[in-house]
Structures are given as structure tokens and as C-alpha cells.
């Protein structure tokens, strides 16, 4: 206790303070003081030394695979120029350092991770993206192409929202891991309309995947991932987009592929992100370059997606 660790100068009731404890009183006020000088100059030195958020700071990197079975992979992305187009829809964004995008090969593990101002998205889960395409269109009009370049935009938009929490400070209420899906899915959004149903739509078909019945028996220690259910996750990301636009969205409820009962509520969930991601996030994209970039990228998209949907 902090009354039991300083022994008193003066007994109580007295008439007047002695000299003694005048002294300690200038003593203090002097102490507080210079402590008070010093608090103010180092938070004068922080305010100078912290960087100033800009647009235009992510940078990317096509590492060589180790896999020589990945090598085709890294020459199409290449060629392709995939990092350069993410580079210039997420430039935009207004960041304090420089964030990098990068590709590489992960031994033999399909992952995708954010570190130390650093996105790597592994070889072996783009590989498991394009294994996962079916040869023909599914129901709803999706595509070979929208499998492959849905869930691998979802993936790289999923760890930008990882790194701006981190970058920016934001603060997230609940598991992080669903506001970095809440964060993508809200981006795809701002694509054009036939592009946005595409990549939601493949990247949710990704992660249905992954639940082949409807009853299915799951290991308990899965409900202890600090990521939601891969159903979990496909039908909050049909839900934003339901809610989002429900005319664009309104056969994945017909066809009951996301339940009404999820669906009637939809409209409130996509509200309160909107709200969020304008609080939160707007304030630190650049506008003008966000409009410009989003054009530039849904003419991309739509032609990568002719691209992959070649015979």
C-alpha cells in the first residue's frame, strides 16, 4: 500500500507545518516538476521521430520457389504482374513505413501469415487454390477463374488487415482473425459489381470446401482456433455481401445457400462494419487514389478472369 511505504513528515493536527517539511515540499514540487519537463520533452521527441503516414508504401517480392512444381506458379504471377496490381489497390492506403507483399515457398505448407511489416503468402496454398478449381462453372454462374483469383485476393486482403490494425493502431473488439476477414470481404466490395460477385463468391466456395456434408463430425479442439469455422467464415462473408447488396447477392439466399435466418440480419451485420471501417479506416486511405486504383484493378480483374476461364 502506498500510505504504509511513505513515512509521514508531520503528525496530524498539528498547527503548522515545520521547516522540515517545507523543505521536502519544495523538494517534491521540484522533482514533480522536472519530471514533468522531461515527460513533456519526450513526448515532444516521439512526436518528432514517429513517421508520417503517406500513400504508396507497399512494396512486393516474387521469391524464387523451392519447389520446382511451384515454378509455373511464380512465372504466371509474374508475368501476370500480381503483386503490381495489389501494389496499386492498396496504395492507397495511408501507412507509416513500408509494407511488403511477397510470395514465396513455405516447406510444404499451405499457409499465409503477416510479420514484422511483411505479407507471405505461400506457394503451397496458391498451389492448393488451383487444385481446388473445378473444371466447369458451379451454380450461381461461378467460375474456374473466380475459385482461384477469389480466394487468392481474400487471402492477401485478409493479411492487410492484419498488418493496418497492427500499422495503425486500430483497435478491434472480438477475434481478430474475423475482423481480418470482415476487412477483406469490405474491399471486394468496392469492386465493380460483376467483379466483387466473383471474388466473394469463389473465395467463399474455397472455404466451403471444407464442409462436404451437411452433418459433420468436427474435433473439439477446432473450435478452439483462434479462426473461425471454415463454414463460419463462408457464410459471414455471403452475409456482408448480402447485406452490402441484396438485389446483387439475392440468389445465394433463393438457392439457400446462406440460410434466411442468417440472411434477414445481414443488412444490420454490413451496417456495422460499414461503420467501423468508416471510423476506423477511412481517415487513412487516400481518397483520389483510391478511386483511380479500384478502376484500375476491376479492369484487371476482369481480364485475369477471362484469362483463367480459357478451355
Not at 496499386?88 to 505448407?109: I, M, N, Q
Not at 505479407?119 to 451454380?139: G, M, Q, S, W
Not at 477475434?175 to 460483376?194: C, N, P, T, V
Not at 466456395?205 to 463462408?234: T, W
Amino acid at each position: 500500500m502506498l500510505s504504509q511505504m511513505v513515512r509521514p513528515t508531520h503528525q496530524i493536527g498539528t498547527s503548522a507545518p515545520t521547516k522540515s517539511s517545507g523543505a521536502t515540499r519544495r523538494k517534491s514540487a521540484a522533482l514533480v516538476a522536472i519530471l514533468a519537463a522531461a515527460g513533456m520533452a519526450l513526448t515532444a521527441a516521439s512526436a518528432i521521430a514517429a513517421p508520417r503516414s503517406k500513400p504508396n508504401q507497399i512494396r512486393y517480392e516474387y521469391v524464387s520457389p523451392k519447389n520446382p512444381a511451384h515454378q509455373a506458379i511464380h512465372d504466371q504471377m509474374k508475368q501476370g504482374r500480381a503483386l503490381e496490381h495489389l501494389q496499386e489497390l492498396l496504395s492507397p492506403l495511408r501507412l507509416p513505413y513500408p509494407l511488403t507483399f511477397k510470395v514465396a515457398g513455405c516447406d510444404g505448407v499451405a499457409n499465409a501469415f503477416y510479420d514484422d511489416e511483411v505479407i507471405t503468402v505461400c506457394y503451397e496454398l496458391l498451389a492448393e487454390f488451383l487444385k481446388n478449381a473445378p473444371n466447369r462453372d458451379l451454380p450461381l454462374g461461378v467460375t474456374r477463374a473466380d475459385t482461384i483469383l477469389g480466394p487468392a485476393l481474400d487471402t492477401f486482403l485478409h493479411e492487410t488487415g492484419h498488418a493496418v490494425f497492427r500499422m495503425l493502431q486500430i483497435p478491434v473488439l472480438g477475434r481478430e482473425e474475423d475482423a481480418a476477414d470482415q476487412f477483406s470481404a469490405y474491399i471486394m466490395l468496392r469492386l465493380g459489381k460483376d467483379e466483387a460477385r466473383g471474388m466473394i463468391l469463389g473465395a467463399a466456395y474455397q472455404y466451403s470446401l471444407h464442409v462436404p456434408e451437411p452433418q459433420v463430425a468436427i474435433p473439439i479442439e477446432k473450435f478452439s482456433d483462434e479462426h473461425s469455422l471454415p463454414a463460419q467464415r463462408a457464410f459471414s462473408m455471403l452475409c456482408i455481401a448480402y447485406g452490402a447488396d441484396k438485389k446483387l447477392f439475392a440468389d445465394i439466399v433463393e438457392k439457400e445457400f446462406l440460410p434466411r435466418k442468417r440472411a434477414d440480419g445481414c443488412e444490420i451485420e454490413y451496417e456495422d462494419l460499414t461503420f467501423a471501417m468508416t471510423k476506423l479506416i477511412s481517415p487513412h486511405i487516400d481518397k483520389r487514389l483510391a478511386k483511380k486504383f479500384h478502376e484500375v484493378w476491376t479492369r484487371t480483374v476482369s481480364a485475369r478472369r477471362a484469362r483463367f476461364n480459357r478451355p
